[in-house]
């Protein structure tokens, strides 16, 4: 029997976001669906597509969900960045929290709280599932693909945040992200965890992990897969963003912070 709950409404939790294409749209409905019966709902749920199609007639999952409280808009294709800076640039629930969620992962029951929870905790930060422990030799970054899993639960500017687990965003740090605008179309167009590492770090906002260790949760079965992840390691993609983007003084901030 398929559920009548509504997937939204907690008034006092954060807007989720998120964005979908191609074929991994007619399996979003599955992680929007382990969202929506977590713990904690969302204040809202906003789904945002770039196919003007598939916004006029969406798989029926989808519009199912939408029956049950979730928000599907249409926007501009901004690659990775689809699933949040259109939610900031509307000024979406002004002085609540943001957080990003992806497509194609199953999130557990405690997702959402345990994200709200960590926020309470470290208020002002950024908080992610799972992150990455930026490591530095002599004053200059080591290659994105040498740098470990976070070890420690603690706000640091060396905590860079990967969003396939799910990442909070409160409020100042949504400003930082309006006042930037669509920069990142010129430097980062293709990695948002980098562009929004670098955001933060210039604007004073630090990062904690949840817990201790970096968590990834269960993929949706059959999902589509881009292979993005994979293509920026493998030619150094990220590398190169990071060159672009981080000057000696950002290094410098980051070193302030023991390694």
Not at 67 to 72: K, N
Request: with cysteine; aromatic share 8%.
């Amino acid at each position: 029997m398929l559920s009548r709950r509504p997937l939204t409404g907690d008034p006092e939790s954060p807007t989720v976001s998120m964005t979908t294409y191609g074929a991994r749209a007619s399996r979003v409905h599955l992680a929007v669906e382990s969202i929506g019966r977590g713990r904690r709902r969302p204040g809202r749920l906003i789904l945002w597509v770039d196919d003007p199609d598939l916004y006029s007639h969406p798989p029926r999952g989808v519009s199912r969900a939408m029956q049950r409280g979730v928000e599907l808009m249409l926007t501009e294709n901004r690659g990775p960045h689809t699933k949040y800076y259109p939610t900031v640039q509307a000024g979406v629930g002004q002085g609540v929290s943001l957080v990003t969620a992806d497509d194609d992962i199953l999130y557990p029951r405690r997702w959402l709280g345990a994200l709200c929870r960590a926020s309470q905790e470290s208020p002002g930060a950024v908080i992610a599932f799972r992150a990455h422990w930026i490591t530095t030799t002599e004053g200059a970054l080591d290659a994105y693909a040498s740098w470990p899993s976070c070890p420690i639960e603690t706000p640091s500017r060396r905590v860079f945040a990967t969003g396939v687990s799910g990442v909070l965003y409160p409020p100042d740090m949504l400003d930082a992200i309006a006042q930037r605008g669509d920069e990142f179309m010129a430097v980062s167009r293709r990695n948002d965890d980098i562009w929004l590492h670098w955001v933060a770090l210039r604007a004073g906002v630090a990062v904690r992990q949840v817990g201790p260790r970096s968590e990834h949760f269960p993929i949706v079965p059959r999902s589509q897969q881009s292979g993005l992840l994979l293509k920026n390691l493998g030619q150094s993609f990220n590398d190169q963003i990071i060159a672009e983007l981080y000057a000696p003084e950002d290094v410098a901030l980051i070193d302030e912070h023991p390694a």
